[in-house]
Each structure stands twice: as structure tokens, then as C-alpha cells.
């Protein structure tokens, strides 16, 4: 069976998927993407669709666990190099991708997770100065 | 045929190989590399092979051509994620990968590139400083 390499790089994790998904390969994704998220810490993770000429509703179904798996571990996830023929027919075929945030490419996904987690810590910095006496 | 995706973040051109290679296939990751770095600027490539159970001769080429054409384009090429066996099969196979660098992971081979960088314009100043009266 086929894995896809996830690729740490920063406080991001980088999978590029060129291959068809199979179930197991899918699975396998999730399963590896999670471990790697718990053992590196990363807080972003971007999924490169670049060498994907169709996203059929499976692979949306895929992006979409992965998505939510990532946010249960505290990671943000981006997909990003989506072609415009892909968008075209993601959208004819009614599949809107829910909860999944893209872009157009890595550099621009890497930015977009960067403003989340700064816009989360100055969130976290404001609630704690509102209620300093809160905590013991 | 499939084409293998080229991912630029900062100053380097990320390549994830992840399907087994043809003839067409390499030429077209060489051509399309070469233009993506005369078109970005790019200093930087880094090719990721963790997803290649085997590295043969015919990679090995593979991956020496893409060097020697990057450095004629004033780019540095770094091979990340070989795994151990592939490795030891190399050695046993007499292939040497001569003129490929090689880091144990994308974010070793960025620092690699960029030291390297570094370290051309420390050598570019001493030189303009060694010889000031030598430019007209």
C-alpha cells in the first residue's frame, strides 16, 4: 500500500497528494497525519491538491475528516493548489467542501494559519486581562 | 501522464516524489523545474524521496541531471527523506548520487541551502572588499 509522505516543516505539516486514494491509503493519511500532529505539535496542516485532476465527493469526504480530526488536536487545516477546473466541478457536482479553508498556494496556507494563531493568542492575551483576579 | 507537482515556499522549490518515475515523467519535472526556477528566482531545491522504496540507476540519473541543471541556474539542490534501506541498497548498487547533497529532512536541507547562501554572499563581500580598486 501506498503512503503519502507528510512533511514537517516549521510548526506546519505539509501532504502533498498525487496518488488516487484508496480507502486504505485514506485511513492510512488520517491515521499518520494525527500521529505526526500529536508528536511534533504542529498547529497547521496543509494538503497540497496541486496534482489532482478531480476531487470526487470521496476525496472531499477525506479532506473533510482530515480537517476535522486536525481541529481536535488543536491544528488548523488549509487546502491549498486547487485547480480551476477541480473548483468548477466540485461546485457542479454540489460538494462544498465544509469547514475546509483553502488557498491558493503553500505560501499563501502557511500565512493564513500564521493569522490564526496570532489572532488566538492576542484572543487568549485579551481574555486574560480582562479577568486577572480569576485565577488564583 | 502525470506530472510530479513543484511547491515553492520562501526561497525554495519543494518536490515530493511520490510516483514511480518514467522516462516522460522525469523529463517533465526537469523541464518544468528549470523554468520554475528561472521564473521565481528560486536559490533553493529540495527533492523528497521518502515516499520511494527504491532508489535505482535510473533515478539516480534522474536526480543528478535535476542538480546539474539547477546549479547552472544558480539553485542548489538537496535530496531529504532517503530512507535508510534505499540508503544501503545505493551503497550495495555502487551508485554514489555524485553531486547530489543530501539532508535527513526538508526543514536540514532548508538550513543547508540557506548556510550555503549565506556563506556565497560573505565570500562576494570579501572578495569586493579585498579589491576595491579593481572595479572601475
Not at 473533510?64 to 466541478?89: C, F, H, K, N, Q
Request: aromatic content about 2%.
Amino acid at each position: 500500500m501506498e503512503r503519502v509522505p507528510i512533511l514537517k516543516i516549521g510548526d506546519i505539516l505539509l501532504v502533498s497528494i498525487q496518488v488516487d486514494m484508496s480507502d486504505q491509503t485514506a485511513v492510512a493519511l488520517q491515521e499518520d497525519l494525527a500521529e505526526r500532529i500529536v508528536a511534533t505539535g504542529c498547529h497547521g496542516v496543509i494538503i497540497d491538491i496541486t496534482a489532482l485532476d478531480i476531487v470526487d465527493s470521496f476525496v472531499g469526504r477525506m479532506l473533510s475528516t482530515i480537517a476535522s480530526i486536525s481541529r481536535v488536536l488543536d491544528a488548523e487545516t488549509v487546502v491549498v493548489g486547487m485547480r480551476p477546473a477541480v473548483a468548477i466541478t466540485l461546485v457542479e457536482l454540489g460538494l462544498s467542501l465544509n469547514g475546509i479553508r483553502t488557498a491558493l498556494n503553500v505560501e499563501r496556507g502557511m500565512e493564513l494559519i500564521a493569522a490564526d494563531r496570532e489572532r488566538e493568542y492576542d484572543e487568549f492575551d485579551d481574555s486574560s486581562d480582562a479577568e486577572p483576579t480569576a485565577s488564583p
